[in-house]
């Protein structure tokens, strides 16, 4: 793993016997016991994940609202203090440049979470948006910030443990900061991309390893165990939240990928009239999720068939854990998108059966 960026964590996953790899550029964890153990853990009991890669950038200033306006696709003035909002950002296009979550400290001052592989990218394509305001300011602090995430329902339980706040009265897509746990301080947010209830965590990189051992230990009666990105993936698949880079691209917008309720057409933002035509007219293609009929794991890429023509491709698709299916998510044309629609997908040069489903695949049971 000669080369690869390391996150305040690595010799803590060694320490637990994490299986290394090398996830776009990062020695990071895909496992430590398997993939389909920590799945059903995370839905059953509770997971904790590095998610340090992750990116984070600070704006600060009295423009700092209207910068955010300007960058993303959500409304961002209606946020109150201590507010999680999850938004694309799109390119003059309509494309998307990158999702993100924006956390609002105050009405001049916000942090974003930004993906990994995007870090200097968004951190260019916001700072050149800035120059349109007077008093803003962007620093990219992600190698400042840790970041740890446990999910499951035991997450309250686990984390109530190591703090005297009261997390659980967190709601969900809010925050509270300097929150002092296992004596460290840290941000922490009712946020997460798995389906499940959770804390995401930022820290200072120093303090990640002494959260870690504190959180899987106050964890451990509870059945919470270390989680690779293995089933990070799984785990947000079945949950239908879509992956950059997948479900949405420089050239797939927001509207395609079935993330319309975050695009706020009354406002002004980058892209907004190529978003605006596409509502008008219709999206011409859709994200649809897709059950298997004949036996065969559909993979990003593969071409998805209808009528003997290629008229879509694969965006994600695995075995499900949860449900016991091979599952996908693709592009398809609108007038093939309805659920119930028999289509094919070409796995390893074989057409075989699918059928368009209700998304997501799975969804968190109400507690009683």
């Not at 491709?313 to 299916?325: D, E, R």
């Amino acid at each position: 793993m000669i080369g690869l960026k390391r996150t305040p964590l690595y010799e803590t996953h060694l320490k637990y016997g994490g299986k290394i790899i090398d996830f776009e550029g990062w020695a990071l964890p895909v496992q430590f016991s398997s993939i389909i153990q920590e799945h059903h853990a995370v839905r059953q009991r509770g997971g904790l994940f590095d998610v340090s890669d992750m990116g984070e950038l600070d704006i600060r200033g009295r423009d700092a609202t209207g910068l955010l306006e300007k960058a993303l696709t959500n409304r961002i003035a209606t946020m109150g203090d201590g507010q999680v909002r999850y938004s694309p950002m799109c390119n003059e296009r309509g494309g998307v440049v990158d999702d993100l979550l924006v956390y609002r400290l105050s009405a001049d001052h916000y942090m974003l979470v930004i993906n990994a592989g995007n870090i200097e990218k968004d951190y260019q394509w916001i700072s050149e948006l800035a120059r349109g305001f007077s008093d803003v300011k962007v620093a990219n602090i992600s190698k400042e910030t840790a970041e740890l995430c446990i999910q499951g329902p035991v997450s309250v339980a686990t984390m109530q443990k190591l703090t005297s706040e009261d997390l659980g009265s967190i709601g969900y897509y809010y925050f509270k900061d300097n929150v002092e746990v296992a004596r460290k301080r840290a941000l922490v947010s009712r946020t997460g991309y798995t389906g499940e209830d959770g804390f995401e965590i930022y820290c200072e990189p120093k303090d990640a390893p002494v959260l870690w051992d504190s959180i899987i230990e106050a964890g451990k009666p509870l059945g919470v165990v270390p989680a690779g990105l293995g089933c990070r993936d799984t785990l947000r698949f079945e949950a239908a939240m879509p992956l950059y880079g997948q479900e949405m691209t420089d050239e797939i917008g927001p509207l395609e990928a079935g993330l319309k309720r975050f695009v706020d057409l009354t406002k002004e933002f980058v892209g907004r009239d190529a978003l605006a035509k596409t509502a008008a007219e219709g999206p011409k293609r859709r994200l649809v999720g897709f059950v298997m009929v004949d036996r065969g794991i559909p993979r990003t890429g593969y071409p998805i068939v209808k009528d003997g023509k290629e008229v879509g491709h694969v965006s994600t698709g695995s075995f499900s854990p949860t449900l016991g299916k091979n599952l996908g998510l693709g592009f398809v044309p609108v007038e093939v998108s309805q659920v119930g629609q028999q289509i094919m997908v070409r796995v390893r040069d074989k057409d075989l059966r699918a059928e368009i489903t209700k998304l997501p695949f799975y969804r968190r049971p109400k507690e009683a």
